[in-house]
């Protein structure tokens, strides 16, 4: 299997303290069927397809990449909601990927999540302060019912919500609130990990700072180490320590956040950091805009080699035979990996690049060459 | 702030709660929390038809409750059964209402003003408890349809098929003539037992879309286990139509204990019961001798049934607001 030669190309330093968690080679297929009327085919999105990351204690790592491209489904697999199809997740030095539920519990304790929809991440039915109580209910925190208002009051306090409004319902409150009534109940029981899935691209953009900043205050005031989910790079840049870029179910580039925007190597790296709106409309007219072709193919039958290939305007003959492993490439130090073969120098102008690949020779996949 | 939004949805305002009054800097703008089931009320508060059918059932519950006074004022037994020209006519007829027999007498003899009053404690007994039995293993049997799914909910469509298919009449008949000794759980769960299948289906509709929702996965992300979420996270969402289904359901509980003891396999005589005397009474229609025999048991059952139906209609709109009726006035 090409996950073992995977996982070869990284080394295995599962002893390293700096580590919170480490992805290897994380695989997370769904099945799909589809029935036409003679046959039943059973076919797999691949959603997350071999991703190695790292994330470091108190760091914030940033996640993007357009919409379909898995970042809420490593998300997931990393919090444990869905169960991963191969690879393997350690947290604080444990190998978590295949824990029982019940040997989840401490875990899920460590490890909390805010949710992208404020609206619908909050029972409706129930008042705030029993769904901030809920992770303390759940596992066992405080003695009596007092004891849990009062560490409830307490985080609402340090999300900025009025503990007095303990027993409101979270229609009551705008759409910001609410995101801190979901920061407040992930912080309820003061965990190490926070994954947040696009906190914010719910909110209108005022309140998107507010919320930002938020997660920075708590991230310096306890130490929390968050993975940070967005389709929006200027919010991702704004937060993360290093950032990450996926497409179709793999990482194509990663490194620290001021390399990524200055020096983006892969092609799709590049694109997408073009296509971030500039305030000043003269700066925005000057820069160089890559403007991609075509979709982006079905995770269903993802093409063959390098996943971006069918869209690159750098694409060549090697990037259909080869997929490119995630590796530093020109000068780049050992932080910065980028998964190309054709690495963008800095000042090399992608929107004039022309592929020396012929639309007919980019293969998508042979049918059913990667589903079985 | 957010309490603009809380003034558009309530005309009226509320008490502040008890538990927060907002002793600080807070009072000056106090927000009151108001609940899912409080904007409810408020809604049903305008409905005219509904606030009259209330009180016409509370009127209904008092009378069952006070039955006895009937008898006492009176002076006359519930199954007493009189004799003579003022209670029998020569021929053995029933009596025509009078100053001593208001609603006239039966067939033997006995007050149908005092039989009318006991009918409706074994009416409002039966319906509710029929009633509860059915909305609580409707409830229970979609909730675990709903949210395990897979084979579970297979299993239980199917049961559901089997059950809503039975003709519910001919099946209860069988059932108590098997039985033989008829009380009021055996006829609270013969109802029941060919109700909770439609409720069932409904709550487990309910509960599909909400497992879906983005707070289900918060909860199970918080590491809470599958009964947690179903108590915790989908009953408080599904409560809301199981409260306006079991309004909607209650006259038809009490229709079909009319209709069970109409067949003689409800309760059973000489318990004073309006399906019985409605069915006792069809020989003198006939003849057209003893109208009152069919009118006041007759009349009570169709304003009890109306009254719940109004009141439920009533709760299933203030429960939706969206309903159109809520425009239309």
């Known amino acids: 299997m090409s996950a073992h030669a995977m996982q070869a ?25 589809s029935t036409s009327l003679f046959r039943t085919s059973r076919e797999k999105v691949h959603a997350v397809d071999g991703v190695d990351l790292e994330i470091r204690r108190g760091e914030t790592l940033g996640l993007v990449g357009e ?46 999540m805010i949710f992208q929809d404020p609206y619908g991440s909050l029972n409706p039915r129930r008042r705030v302060g029993s769904i901030i109580a809920d992770p303390l209910v759940i596992h066992g925190v405080g003695d009596s019912r007092l004891e849990r208002k009062r560490i409830v009051q307490e985080s609402m306090e340090l999300v900025g919500l009025n503990p007095e409004h303990y027993n409101r319902f979270p229609a009551e409150f705008s759409g910001g609130q609410r995101q801190r009534i979901g920061v407040a109940r992930a912080l309820a029981l003061r965990p190490k990990l926070i994954v947040c899935d696009e906190p914010v691209s719910a909110l209108d953009v005022s309140i998107q700072a507010q919320i930002v900043n938020l997660l920075a205050d708590l991230q310096s005031e306890l130490g929390l180490t968050y993975l940070f989910i967005a389709h929006d790079l200027s919010v991702v840049r704004h937060v993360s320590d290093r950032v990450a870029v996926m497409y179709l179910g793999k990482v194509v580039e990663i490194a620290d956040s001021g390399d990524v925007y200055n020096h983006a190597r892969h092609p799709y790296s590049r694109a997408l950091l073009s296509a971030v709106p500039l ?64 690495p963008v120098a800095d000042g090399e102008d992608l929107a004039a690049a022309r592929p020396t690949l012929s639309a007919d020779e980019r293969i998508v996949a042979e049918p059913g060459a990667l589903s079985s | 702030m ?112 005092v039989r009318v009053a006991y009918g409706a404690r074994i009416s409002l007994i039966i319906g509710i408890g029929a009633t509860a039995i059915t909305i609580i293993v409707g409830v229970l049997v979609g909730l675990i349809a709903g949210y395990f799914g897979g084979i579970v909910d297979t299993i239980i469509a199917r049961i559901v098929d089997v059950v809503l298919s039975i003709p519910y009449l001919l099946f209860a008949i069988a059932l108590v003539s098997v039985l033989g000794h008829i009380n009021l759980w055996v006829v609270m769960i013969v109802i029941a037992a060919f109700g909770w299948a439609s409720v069932g289906r409904i709550i487990r509709g309910q509960v599909l879309s909400i497992r879906e929702r983005e707070y289900i996965e918060a909860a199970r992300s918080l590491g809470a286990g599958d009964w947690r979420i179903i108590f915790h996270d989908i009953l408080p969402n599904v409560i809301a139509p199981a409260i306006v289904f079991s309004t909607l359901l209650l006259p038809v509980s009490i229709v079909a204990e009319a209709a069970l003891s109409f067949l003689g396999v409800g309760v059973q005589p000489p318990t004073a019961d309006w399906g019985q005397m409605i069915s006792a009474s069809q020989q003198y229609i006939d003849s057209g001798v003893a109208w009152w025999y069919l009118f006041f048991p007759g009349i009570a059952l169709v304003i009890t049934t109306l009254a719940f139906n109004i009141l439920g209609d009533g709760v299933r709109d203030a429960f939706d607001p969206r309903s159109d009726r809520l425009f239309a006035k």
Request: glycine residues 6%; hydrophobic residues 35%.
């Open chain 1, 279 to 342: 305030p000043d409309p003269n700066v925005a007219k000057q820069r160089e805009r890559i403007i991609l072709v075509g979709d982006v193919p079905s995770p269903i039958d993802p093409p063959v080699g390098c996943r971006f290939h069918p869209r690159c305007p750098k694409a060549a003959q090697r990037c259909v035979d080869e997929e490119p492993p995630l590796e530093p490439r020109l000068d780049d130090p050992p932080s910065h990996a980028a998964a190309c073969h054709f």
């Open chain 1, 67 to 112: 919409t379909g491209c898995g970042k809420s489904t490593l998300a997931r697999c990393i919090t444990r909601l869905y169960d991963i199809t191969s690879g393997r997740i350690t947290f604080n030095g444990t190998d978590i990927s295949n824990l029982s539920r019940r040997a989840m519990r401490p875990y899920r304790r460590d490890v909390q």
């Open chain 2, 2 to 113: 957010t309490q603009g939004v809380g003034d558009a949805l309530v005309a009226g305002r509320a008490e502040a709660p008890p538990e927060f009054d907002g002793s600080v800097a807070a009072a000056s703008r106090q927000i009151v929390g108001r609940s899912p089931f409080y904007l409810a009320f408020s809604r049903l508060r305008r409905d005219r038809a509904a606030i009259i059918s209330f009180w016409v059932i509370v009127a209904i519950v008092l009378i069952a409750i006070i039955a006895p006074v009937f008898a006492t004022i009176t002076g006359h037994g519930v199954n007493h059964q009189y004799r003579g020209v003022e209670a029998l006519s020569p021929a053995g007829q029933p009596h025509a209402p009078s100053s001593k027999f208001w609603f006239g007498t039966d067939d033997q003899g006995r007050d149908i003003l």
């Open chain 1, 9 to 33: 190309t990284t080394p295995a330093r599962t002893d390293d303290p700096d580590v919170l968690v480490r992805v290897e080679n994380v695989v997370k297929y769904f099945p799909v069927q």
